[in-house]
């Protein structure tokens, strides 16, 4: 069965907690950046709902015969609703399919669940079709929701879900856990690495697999062109279109603030890294943007980005 990870136990207690006082609410929204979980955890709630002998913990135990046929992955009482293809539209007929199994009574659980993984992704319509089924719960359905973007979500549909978050663990519980899973690397590796995941513990993991790392280190080096004014935008956005904006952008975020708190430190000259202000306002109305839409053009996003920021170190500089 699933596993519960440390950073997860809040969450998961405050899950309990409702289990035992029988106020589950009929639709839970999981929060949180990428890369702590939120899909494995939506599985392990899913499990323990249809458990037939779960344990005081809530915990599935993994031998009756409902918890076999969820290992199988055919539970009649359960439906996974994600993309079909990695970062595409979940699509209404998605939507539909959900409609019918809400219609339906258990056949083997007491209850049936429905996961919708990374539920921002969902187009207008199917978000509406959605939102019908909410404003009428059925007593035996639990939806459970997952989203690394919750802005990206409807009102009317974050408002009918009791949304529980799910915080990044501090550092020594993120390297313990990394040590725990056979994890190696060197420690300032690793600490620019937890930067530019946000200290999700997974999100690091996959990090470090698949060299991402490697290409946010370049990143680095073309803010300081943008800042010195001797980049190129749209040939720097070009490069950037591969990337992950949101990390992209919480990585020039983190970079700022380290290097005001280093001013401020040092008792170094303010007028230095007095353009880093207005830089750090740019970034997060960038982020604010990402986060309010699922269809912006990335292209020209990044160009406006990088032509702000070259045209504030400009105006500065003039200035002085």
């Not at 209404?92 to 809400?102: G, H, P, S, V, Y």
């Not at 690394?148 to 949304?163: E, F, G, M, W």
């Not at 890294?273 to 990044?302: E, F, G, M, R």
Request: proline share 3%; net charge neutral; with cysteine.
């Amino acid at each position: 069965m699933t596993a519960l990870f440390p950073w997860q136990q809040t969450v998961w207690q405050h899950i309990v907690d409702r289990v035992e006082q029988q106020r589950m609410p009929h639709a839970v929204l999981l929060t949180g950046v990428a890369g702590l979980g939120k899909k494995q955890l939506a599985s392990k709630m899913a499990e323990s709902l249809l458990c037939l002998a779960a344990d005081k913990q809530f915990n599935a135990c993994g031998v009756c015969h409902s918890c076999q046929i969820m290992q199988a992955g055919n539970h009649p009482d359960h439906l996974t609703i994600r993309s079909e293809e990695a970062g595409k539209s979940i699509k209404i007929d998605q939507i539909r399919a959900l409609k019918e199994k809400q219609s339906l009574t258990p056949s083997v659980a007491n209850w049936k669940t429905v996961v919708i993984e990374s539920a921002d992704l969902m187009t207008n319509s199917a978000a509406n079709s959605l939102l019908k089924l909410l404003e009428e719960p059925q007593n035996n359905t639990i939806l459970i929701l997952t989203t690394n973007a919750v802005h990206r979500l409807p009102v009317t549909i974050r408002s009918r879900c009791q949304q529980m978050h799910l915080s990044t663990p501090d550092y020594s519980m993120t390297l313990k856990w990394l040590d725990s899973q056979g994890v190696v690397t060197d420690a300032d590796q690793l600490r620019k690495i937890s930067s530019l995941t946000l200290d999700a513990p997974f999100a690091i993991v996959n990090a470090l697999e698949t060299n991402e790392w490697q290409s946010y280190q370049q990143i680095q080096q073309d803010f300081d062109q943008l800042i010195q004014q001797q980049a190129n935008p749209v040939q720097l956005a070009s490069q950037w279109q591969q990337l992950d904006l949101v990390k992209v952008m919480h990585q020039l975020l983190s970079t700022v603030k380290a290097r005001l708190q280093q001013q401020y430190l040092e008792y170094a000259d303010a007028s230095l890294t007095q353009h880093y202000w207005p830089i750090a306002d740019c970034i997060v109305s960038t982020i604010k943007l990402i986060s309010s839409s699922n269809n912006y053009n990335k292209t020209l996003l990044i160009e406006d980005f990088m032509v702000s920021v070259m045209r504030i170190t400009q105006t500065k500089a003039a200035n002085h």
